[in-house]
C-alpha cells in the first residue's frame, strides 16, 4: 500500500467513524478497521482503495451465529437476501449450526459525513431487523 492509498483509506475510515458516532460507541481496531454493535449485531467497517480514484467501505454485520440448521430457516434466509437492496447475505454451515452475515462494500469517496451515515445505518438497520425475524423462525429458540 502506498503513503497516498494509506491515507485515502485512512481518511474514509475517520469519515465513516464520526457519521456512525453520531448513533453508535466505534471502536478503533489496531489495523484501522471500526467495529460497533447495533443492538445485538456486531458490525466492522474496513476502507481499500481498488484503484486510484475508487476507494470502498466494506461493512460486514454478523447477524446470526449457531443458529439451527434447519432447511426452513436457510430458505428464509435466502428469500429475504433476494429481497435486500443493501447488501448480500451469507449463510455459513458450521458444526454448531448455521451462521448468517450481512456484507455490502460501495465507493465512499466523495458522500457527505451525514449522507455516509444514513447509508451505514440502512445497511446495519436491515442487518438488525434480518436477526430478529430469523430468531423468531428459528426452531428451539
Do not use: N
Not at 86 to 115: C, N, Q, W
Request: proline share 4%.
Amino acid at each position: 500500500m502506498t503513503e497516498q492509498e494509506a491515507l485515502t483509506t485512512a481518511g474514509l475510515l475517520t469519515k465513516a467513524r464520526v457519521a456512525l458516532e453520531t448513533f453508535h460507541e466505534v471502536h478503533v481496531d489496531d489495523d484501522g478497521a471500526l467495529s460497533f454493535r447495533h443492538v445485538d449485531v456486531p458490525c466492522a467497517v474496513q476502507a481499500m482503495q481498488l484503484a486510484e480514484g475508487l476507494t470502498v467501505l466494506s461493512l460486514t454485520c454478523v447477524v446470526a451465529w449457531d443458529l439451527p440448521d434447519d432447511p426452513k430457516l436457510a430458505s428464509s434466509a435466502a428469500e429475504r437476501a433476494g429481497q435486500g437492496l443493501f447488501g448480500t447475505l451469507g449463510v455459513v454451515h458450521t458444526e454448531k449450526g448455521m451462521d448468517v452475515t450481512l456484507r455490502y462494500a460501495f465507493p465512499a469517496e466523495g458522500i457527505s459525513e451525514p449522507a455516509l451515515g444514513t447509508l451505514l445505518m440502512l445497511v446495519v438497520s436491515t442487518a438488525s431487523q434480518l436477526r430478529a425475524e430469523l430468531l423468531d423462525q428459528a426452531p428451539g429458540r
